[in-house]
């Protein structure tokens, strides 16, 4: 049995990057000019299974290539200590976390009167934990040739929860920027997470990086893509074949992935050592689907507010673009209100604008999706304001 290449797993680097090549060469340039390039300061942005996490890969294997040090973190707690920790090879002194000064007291003008003043401790952990990243950075670089070698730090699931540590990440970089230090900063995440972000009124510094938005791919590439791997690991697909696994995907990432991977199942399931058929691919597709649902349609839909998925589920009746008035209509709701949530959907990159008054489904086969959970997720949310109107029971009092 052949080893399948296609790897659908959340962030694992697939044989072939499809329809990135762009963004790899900007970066690469960026490296190549050298301190002070604009590109070494990036973020990347777009849904769910668009590729985010493996573009960072890429372009820590690239930095990696020239010999340069790359730190992968993710914006959890503590990430930070963690950089630092790489940074020291696990070695070194432990970091300071925080600075907590004594509250003073003032004499104020009023007899009889003190005031308690807590001096800055938030502030001088943040200064603190900068002063240590830029510390262990440029500590690395000193033993670095910084004429073709820097230390590249990349950034994931970046959120506003994880604020205060990324300001002491991007107040480090700044000033290492500022003293010609060979270094580069990327970081990803969801759209509105990264905009929260960028948008903090402490770390105006990010505002300049470059943006990556990451779409869908040409399915010509895509195409040539399937055609290039499946060759390459020892299988033949033929033209109406590759069509159809190209056609199935939509042009989005993460399916091709999913597409690829199943097809190839599929094929050594029907004893099919050397080829992938119609049907293998029709099989593979139809359980590429299913996949696709679990594994990105329901975190981003559970991810959002009630009225969000009221909307999602009302434009789930369409067969094609919704009308945004006849989609008010159905959740009961003017269409000024509703337009607060076509925008936030359309900023998730969820739902998109198809012309005046419409909006379309942006992430492939989530109006199946919902369709086919319609009248489960209906239910779960009816009883969820149930309980939070402290009523369980249905309105004679019986249960539901």
Known sequence: MKTNPFKPTAGKTP??????????????????????????????TGPRGVGKTV?????????????WVVVDQTAEPGFTAGIIQALRDGGGNKTM???????????????????SVQLGAVELRRREKAYNLRQAIGGKLDTMDESNQGVLVTLDEVQKTSIEEIRSLAIGIQHLIREDRNVAFVFAGLPSMVEEVINDKVITFLRRAEKD????????????????????????????????????????????????YWAWRYSDVNGHDDVITAEDAEQGIRRAKLKLGDMVHAPAFDGLSAMA?????????????????EIAARIERSPQYASVYRAQLIEE??????????????????????K?????????????????????????????
Request: aromatic share 8%; no cysteine.
């Open 349 to 370: 990159d969820i739902i998109e604008s198809t012309g005046y008054g419409y909006v379309d489904f942006k992430i492939p086969y989530l109006r199946d999706y919902l």
């Open 15 to 44: 044989p072939v990057l499809v329809g990135r090549q762009s963004v790899l060469d900007d970066f690469k340039f960026a490296l190549m000019d050298g301190v002070g390039a604009p590109g070494r300061l990036r973020y990347v």
């Open 55 to 67: 573009m960072l890969n890429a372009l820590g294997d690239y930095a990696k290539s020239l010999g």
């Open 213 to 260: 938005h990451l779409g869908s791919v040409d399915l010509q590439e895509i195409w040539m893509s399937f055609e290039r791997t499946i060759a390459q690991y020892g299988k033949n697909a033929d033209y109406q074949v590759l069509n159809e696994l190209a056609l199935a995907t939509n042009g989005y990432p993460f399916m091709i992935q999913l597409v690829g």
């Open 309 to 325: 998925k009221d909307y999602l589920l009302a434009m789930s009746q369409d067969d094609g673009p919704s009308s945004t008035s």
């Open 372 to 400: 086919e959970h319609a009248a489960h997720h209906q239910m779960k949310m009816t009883l969820q304001k149930m309980m939070e109107e402290g009523n369980p029971m249905g309105a004679d009092g019986n249960d539901m």
């Open 97 to 115: 976390e925080a600075i907590t000064l004594p509250s003073a007291s003032v004499t104020t003008p009023i007899p009889g009167v003190e005031a």
